[in-house]
């Protein structure tokens, strides 16, 4: 499946963002989804997942904070970030679970 990340923007600390993850392929609604995160100079880190069913799960850094989501019939998943913090700047990527596949990324920056 092909994946396209897009929504990413310079934010001020404490403001929100919505990311989007538009996924190509019929299998979309059957496959468990996530977004990572890559910071410079750091290792890729989970941030949520969403099964088929809707079921969710967060790193504890972005749990209160951020909201996965998706919508079956857009093929597309969402990532509602609120009241962001420097610590959230990052390279943010969507992945399909069960193919491995990737996206390109999209650059969050969270700074004043």
């Known amino acids: 499946a092909q994946l396209v990340e897009s929504g990413g923007d310079l934010v001020q600390p404490g403001g929100s963002l919505r990311l989007s993850c538009a996924a190509s392929g019929s299998l979309f609604k059957y496959n468990t989804m996530g977004w990572h995160r890559q910071a410079p100079g750091k290792q890729r880190e989970f941030v949520a997942s969403?099964?088929?069913?809707?079921?969710?799960n967060y790193a504890d850094s972005v749990k209160g904070r951020f909201t996965i989501s998706r919508d079956n019939a857009k093929n597309t998943m969402y990532l509602q970030m609120n009241s962001l913090k420097p610590e959230d700047t990052a390279v943010y990527y969507c992945?399909?679970?069960?193919?491995?596949?990737w996206g390109q990324g999209t650059q969050v920056t969270v700074s004043s």
């Open positions: 969403i099964t088929s069913g809707g079921s969710t």
């Open positions: 992945k399909d679970h069960y193919s491995g596949s």
